[in-house]
């Protein structure tokens, strides 16, 4: 079965197991929208360089043994109107096209405390006024 299709759950099993990694699970995770994105525009900014080095963090996390929040090197992605430091945040928007947010909105600090991998930014309704993703200046 493909990581992928795995639940955060049973991912956190295996990371805690050491059965994979968590680099290796971003990895997975980067060949899969790769292999997509091209039809499904999910995202608008991909954070792989970031994913990586956060994945290699809760790698040596999961070395040392200790007890870890169950969200620990799984990947994630947020919507574009979500501040993370240093990552683009257009809100789906061109006016914000090259807004890189100068500090972590709160959701993402406490994402942060628990060690989650970011991929990406996924696309939305531009400054989310709608709810199906019809109205995004990146499509």
Known sequence: MPLYELTAHELHEKLKQGEITSVELTKSVFDRIRSVEEKIKAYITLTEELAMEQATKADELFKKGDELPP??????????????????????SKILGNFVSPYDAT?????????IVM???TNMDEFAMGSSTENSSYF
Do not use: E, Y
């Open 119 to 121: 991929v990406g930014k």
């Open 107 to 115: 959701v993402m600090q406490r994402l942060h405390n628990h060690h």
């Open 71 to 92: 969200l620990t090197g799984i990947p994630f992605a947020i919507k574009d109107l979500i501040c993370a430091k240093g990552v683009l945040t257009t809100c789906a």
